[in-house]
């Protein structure tokens, strides 16, 4: 596309997101509502679109984790159908006073929830995100410009098509949700520095696309920077809970964000426990990277490099090191991690209390899986993405994740002294 027709999609965006403040709740709960009948009625043609997007993977050999983030069968359309109804039903909070007090002169001052605005979002291989998206940003009052990635091209469409007709069912702003279904990085650049019409990116995907836009936008940017997450498995630790954890949130699902990538294990229980944390990780097909002392105990183990303890390997790729005690584990992951979710195992409550102190991460967990850290476990119906930022919003992100606030002051002819 050129510049001029670029210029008429921002523009629509922006008129799109003014009228969208004028929306009431009941009526984005009911776009909502039909989205979700929409998606299930249009299953079969998502399902067909979806699997050109299979084929295509298969022929270029992408990885079979790769492969199962692009997947959407029936689980995960029932999946993003019951999101959709979660988001539909989640408490309205556009217009709630967060804060209110009475000036010296009688008048009102009031802090109340407003949406963003326009909203850039950016991100590769689910197309699940589509829907988690623009289901989202519809119940928080804004227009969303999306670019999925190229891979999931024809889920892309599919999805992008019911979201259009429940909003043309329900007289919604239609350029209020727009898919970029371009891979011309010039053309995204440009989006990148329209910081007259887009108020926010975020960017949801590799290191690499991250780190691109970040460098090319002159519009704030909130990162969902890989998730390179740890679990560590303290002194005190029970070993079959460990191992059970850590199998969960390394192979349910390999390829997503908050699969562990790094075990620390505490070397008072090393040489009890890591023979049999090998035994059923290489079990489950796990290929397993360790230090000096790892492969002194189990010599089968590869040897890790420096890249691998910062590697987030989205395969059932894991890496572990062996340390001594928590302040070890804490100066790994604060020095490799990238403060996304961590973990540690132990039964000393002291101790788990100082690891979330000391882990400077958007989710810290205590005997639990990693894998948890997601916008519907966490009760938010779904996420845009999983902040590694510490300004505006930290962790998944829902609806107020895409709201800010604006001042309201109710007056009654006051003139200041």
Known sequence: MDNKTNNEILRSLKLASRELRLKDSSYRKKVLLDLACIIDEQRSEIVIANQKDILAAEKNNLS?????????????????????????????????????????????????????????????????????????????????????????????????????????????????VHLLDSSNREEINYFLKADKYIDLVIPRGGEGLVNAVVSNSTIPVIK?????????????????????????????????????????????????????????????GVEIRGDKSCQNICPQIITATEEDWSAEYLDLILSIKIVKGLSDAANHIEEFGSHHSDSIISSDESVINQFFSLIDSAVVYSNASTRFTDGGEFGLGAEVGISTDKIHARGPMGIEGLTTYKWVVRGSGNIRD
């Open 224 to 284: 969902h920077y890989k998730g390179v997450c740890h679990i560590y498995v303290e002194k005190t630790a029970d070993l079959t809970m460990a191992q059970n954890i850590i199998v969960n949130a390394k192979c349910q699902r390999p390829g997503v964000c908050n699969a562990v990538e790094t075990i620390l294990i505490d070397d008072e229980i090393a040489e009890n426990f890591l023979p049999q944390l090998c035994s059923i990780l290489e079990a489950s």
């Open 64 to 176: 079979s984790a790769m492969i199962d983030r692009l997947l959407l069968d029936d689980k995960r359309i029932d999946s993003m159908i019951n999101s959709v109804n979660e988001i539909a039903n989640y408490g309205d909070i556009l217009g709630s006073i967060i804060q209110q007090k009475q000036h010296s002169q009688g008048f009102m001052i009031y802090k109340t929830t407003v949406s963003i605005g326009v909203i850039f979002v950016i991100y590769e291989s689910r197309p699940n995100v589509t829907i988690d998206t623009a289901a989202l940003a519809i119940k928080s009052g804004n227009a969303i410009l999306l670019k999925g990635g190229k891979e999931a091209s024809f889920s892309n469409r599919a999805l992008v098509e019911c979201i259009y007709k429940a909003l043309i069912k329900n007289s919604y702003p239609k350029s209020g």
